[in-house]
């Protein structure tokens, strides 16, 4: 049998969103006994023609007189769905880094062996007819951005787990609390910068990334619907802003930046390290706090305000976050290297790649904090019929 769980409303339920009840709607009807009856209500209307993710076959289901069975209580059924939505979201974040891991694996060995040019210092492969591409700068910068962000995500995705377990088999509410403010960000920021890395080692490539006997084209199509499915982007910022910052008096994100502080404390007599990673994440996470100040202090005055800088705001979230685990491995580099611990090179690589981000990347918090200080002006002064 395939189990269906449709969203559905009872006659005479409540309007929008608060009459919406769950049900399980089966391929067959059950028999009391347990056996399988017949055939139910329900069939495929049509198979979905998509941009991307052939091997997952989508469709339109049709239920024509289908039997139902309500799961839990009457009109509460999209809170019952968020349990399972939250998980996809995690999920779906993975899926834009994993995207990302694959494509930058494709473009850093695609720009150690194409020969194209010549390193503007000279001849980096002078008995050949040209240097690799990955000699030059511009080609690097591309593939910095993918390999900071991928490591670094890779890093964020392992802290939610943690907190994940914590919650669930330690009981532990702060965590689940701290996981749950973090979700939306992992959801938009992950799979927008995912996406993004898809497309830059896409242009690695050239015009070999433009045509079909490298899979570069289908990585980009591939990674497109994850900024969607699961609740688009701009839903997982306004339920930031919305929903999960202002949770329980702002208590979660009061607590994420404790975590945030408490790090660097225990670090600053790391000099070298301070310079390096604790300086750009105070930072950016006072450029956070003053978003945040900015939002439910307009928030309150214009709800516009708070709602056109909420994509900026998941976005500087997620640079916070990153630059953060940044700090974190960079620590754990340093200290492996002092004690002479591990492979040396893979360490240093570590280091070398996290001054990439913090000083190339995560300086965007302040752009992201101009723009929400904007407020809703620039976003909402142009008539519709000017569209």
Same mark, same amino acid.
């Given at each position: 049998?395939?189990?269906?769980?449709?969203?559905?409303?009872?006659?005479?339920?409540?309007?929008?969103?608060?009459?919406?009840?769950?049900?399980?709607?089966?391929?067959?009807?059950?028999?009391?006994?347990?056996?399988?009856?017949?055939?139910?209500?329900?069939?495929?209307?049509?198979?979905?023609?998509?941009?991307?993710?052939?091997?997952?076959?989508?469709?339109?289901?049709?239920?024509?007189?289908?039997?139902?069975?309500?799961?839990?209580?009457?009109?509460?059924?999209?809170?019952?769905?968020?349990?399972?939505?939250?998980?996809?979201?995690?999920?779906?974040?993975?899926?834009?880094?994993?995207?990302?891991?694959?494509?930058?694996?494709?473009?850093?060995?695609?720009?150690?062996?194409?020969?194209?040019?010549?390193?503007?210092?000279?001849?980096?492969?002078?008995?050949?007819?040209?240097?690799?591409?990955?000699?030059?700068?511009?080609?690097?910068?591309?593939?910095?951005?993918?390999?900071?962000?991928?490591?670094?995500?890779?890093?964020?995705?392992?802290?939610?787990?943690?907190?994940?377990?914590?919650?669930?088999?330690?009981?532990?509410?702060?965590?689940?609390?701290?996981?749950?403010?973090?979700?939306?960000?992992?959801?938009?920021?992950?799979?927008?910068?995912?996406?993004?890395?898809?497309?830059?080692?896409?242009?690695?490539?050239?015009?070999?990334?433009?045509?079909?006997?490298?899979?570069?084209?289908?990585?980009?199509?591939?990674? $497109?619907?994850?900024?969607?499915?699961?609740? /688009?982007?701009?839903?997982?910022?306004?339920?930031?802003?919305? *929903?999960? !910052? @202002? =949770?329980?008096?702002?208590?979660?994100?009061?607590?994420?930046?404790?975590?945030?502080?408490?790090?660097?404390?225990?670090?600053?007599?790391?000099?070298?390290?301070?310079?390096?990673?604790?300086?750009?994440?105070?930072?950016?996470?006072?450029?956070?706090?003053?978003?945040?100040?900015?939002?439910?202090?307009?928030?309150?005055?214009?709800?516009?305000?708070?709602?056109?800088?909420?994509?900026?705001?998941?976005?500087?979230?997620?640079?916070?976050?990153?630059?953060?685990?940044?700090?974190?491995?960079?620590?754990?580099?340093?200290?492996?290297?002092?004690?002479? $611990?591990?492979?040396?090179?893979?360490?240093? /690589?570590?280091?070398?790649?996290?001054?990439?981000?913090?000083? *190339?990347? !995560? @300086? =965007?918090?302040?752009?992201?904090?101009?723009?929400?200080?904007?407020?809703?002006?620039?976003?909402?002064?142009?008539?519709?019929?000017?569209?």
């Amino acid at each position: 049998n395939i189990i269906h769980l449709v969203l559905a409303r009872i006659p005479g339920s409540p309007p929008g969103t608060k009459g919406i009840s769950l049900f399980i709607v089966p391929k067959f009807v059950v028999n009391p006994d347990g056996s399988l009856g017949a055939r139910n209500g329900v069939s495929v209307g049509k198979l979905e023609e998509k941009m991307g993710i052939h091997g997952n076959a989508t469709c339109v289901l049709n239920y024509d007189d289908a039997q139902g069975w309500l799961l839990g209580e009457p009109n509460k059924g999209l809170k019952a769905m968020f349990t399972m939505m939250n998980e996809a979201r995690i999920g779906v974040g993975l899926q834009g880094l994993a995207q990302a891991e694959i494509a930058y694996q494709h473009a850093a060995a695609y720009a150690r062996e194409r020969l194209q040019g010549r390193a503007v210092t000279g001849p980096k492969n002078p008995d050949g007819p040209a240097d690799p591409i990955i000699v030059h700068p511009d080609v690097r910068r591309m593939l910095l951005d993918q390999k900071s962000f991928t490591e670094g995500a890779r890093a964020f995705i392992l802290w939610a787990a943690t907190l994940i377990d914590r919650a669930k088999h330690m009981g532990d509410e702060d965590a689940e609390g701290l996981v749950s403010l973090l979700t939306p960000v992992i959801k938009g920021f992950l799979t927008d910068k995912g996406f993004e890395a898809t497309v830059q080692a896409q242009q690695v490539y050239g015009g070999h990334g433009y045509i079909e006997e490298h899979p570069m084209s289908q990585f980009v199509r591939d990674a $497109r619907i994850a900024m969607i499915y699961e609740g /688009a982007n701009g839903i997982q910022a306004l339920d930031l802003v919305a *929903r999960k !910052l @202002p =949770a329980k008096g702002g208590k979660y994100a009061m607590a994420f930046f404790g975590e945030l502080r408490g790090f660097i404390k225990a670090h600053e007599g790391d000099e070298a390290l301070a310079a390096e990673f604790l300086a750009p994440l105070k930072a950016a996470s006072k450029d956070l706090q003053a978003a945040m100040e900015y939002m439910m202090a307009e928030g309150m005055k214009n709800p516009e305000a708070a709602v056109a800088g909420s994509y900026d705001l998941m976005h500087m979230f997620g640079h916070v976050c990153l630059g953060l685990m940044w700090a974190r491995m960079a620590a754990a580099a340093r200290k492996a290297l002092a004690e002479g $611990r591990g492979d040396a090179a893979f360490h240093q /690589a570590k280091l070398a790649t996290g001054r990439y981000y913090m000083q *190339r990347q !995560l @300086p =965007a918090t302040a752009l992201h904090l101009a723009r929400i200080r904007t407020g809703a002006g620039p976003v909402m002064e142009l008539p519709e019929e000017a569209f």
